[in-house]
């Protein structure tokens, strides 16, 4: 919990109209998580073009990793991102839609395999790091700064993270030419009135800096959509979220509860209503994803759940025992 922030940063209530709002869907990316990144290109085009019909900013088509660390044999097209398959998907006619990938800062080539700006179909490069990986982001984020990109750098585990040394890793990131630092639950552990005291933190050393603050939710406790509303009314504008909440585990803030709660005309929701129908109901039929009694235990934990997908794998439902073993863990 960071102690130190502005008074005045609350940007006003639940239903004040914010033109500053962005909203990224990551449903292809973080969905990558729960399929190894194999999803058609017809699932992929649904997204796209639902995304585009909503009004939602950008659209997070997968990651940046590196074919030295992920092998092409195991994984979909969507773990690395490469031009050729963008632009199979894209088609001829592109939405105003902005694209964005992630790029684990010590998991990808990044002099080589992100293009510059002008060569690519991708708008933002978005960095993700734990904190004492910050100076390798870091010169990821100046590599894809300097190529023409829009950046975010999102720190990881920071449920995990001394108050002292998330300070000053705000302070350093705030130095960077990143454009957005996001704020992020990876465990899904975070309560509301803990994400307002880390956003108002972020606030105030970003907003210094000229910078942007954005939030990215777990939906572990069944919260991600309350902490993201209420990072939003304090005054972040960068909202992650998926539709229908595809995510690994427990899945992430939904699209259509956020868009159904924004009070913005430039968003529908009727086109992501009609994307779930379509693309996501057949896709739920073999891929399983969202809250789980063991993803709500790691939450409670601040534990990272690859324990509780090992847990659901195993087909058990002992789910005391699961309790007890987290206790010990």
């Known amino acids: 919990m960071l102690l130190h922030h502005r008074d005045d940063a609350a940007k006003g209530n639940l239903v004040e109209f914010r033109p500053d ?28 073009d639902a995304c585009a019909a909503a009004g ?23 773990k690395f991102c490469k031009e050729d398959d963008l632009r199979r998907v894209i088609g001829d006619s592109p939405h ?3 694209l964005s990938v992630m790029a684990d800062s010590h998991r990808t080539d990044y002099h080589t395999d992100i293009l510059p700006k002008d060569q690519s179909v991708i708008d933002m490069v978005r960095v993700a790091c734990y904190i004492h990986q910050i100076p390798g982001a870091l010169d990821l984020v100046r590599d894809a700064h300097d190529k023409g990109y829009e950046t975010t750098l999102n720190l990881m585990s920071i449920s995990r993270v001394s108050e002292r040394e998330l300070c000053d890793g705000l ?7 990143v454009d957005v630092m996001y704020l992020v639950d990876s465990f899904g552990s975070l309560y509301p009135e803990t994400t307002r005291d880390l956003a108002m933190g972020y606030l105030e050393i970003m907003k210094s800096a000229g910078k942007e603050v954005g939030i990215h939710a777990h939906n572990n406790q069944q919260l991600a959509f309350a902490n993201t509303i209420q990072a939003l009314t304090i005054g972040v504008s960068y909202l992650d979220a998926t539709i229908y909440g595809l995510g690994r585990g427990a899945g992430n803030c939904p699209m259509e509860l956020l868009l159904g709660f924004l009070r913005n005309p430039k968003f529908d929701i009727r086109p992501i209503l009609n994307c779930i129908t379509n693309a996501f109901l057949p896709l739920r039929t073999t891929t399983e994803w969202g809250y789980d009694i063991p993803y709500m235990i790691t939450g409670q934990f601040n534990e990272h759940p690859r ?9 058990s439902t002992d789910y005391l025992g699961f309790y007890k073993a987290m206790e010990d863990f």
């Not at 302070?171 to 030419?177: D, F, H, L, Q, R």
């Not at 324990?307 to 087909?315: D, G, M, R």
């Open 21 to 48: 709002i962005k909203v990224l869907d990551c449903s292809v990316r973080d969905g990558s998580l729960v399929n190894n990144a194999r999803f058609e290109d017809g699932f992929v085009r649904a997204v796209y």
């Open 56 to 78: 939602v900013d950008y659209m997070e088509l997968g990651y940046k990793s590196s074919q030295r660390v992920f092998s092409v044999n195991d994984y979909g097209p969507w």
């Open 96 to 98: 105003a839609l902005k």
């Open 171 to 177: 302070e350093v990131i705030a130095k960077s030419p």
């Open 307 to 315: 324990e509780a997908i090992k847990f659901l794998e195993s087909e």
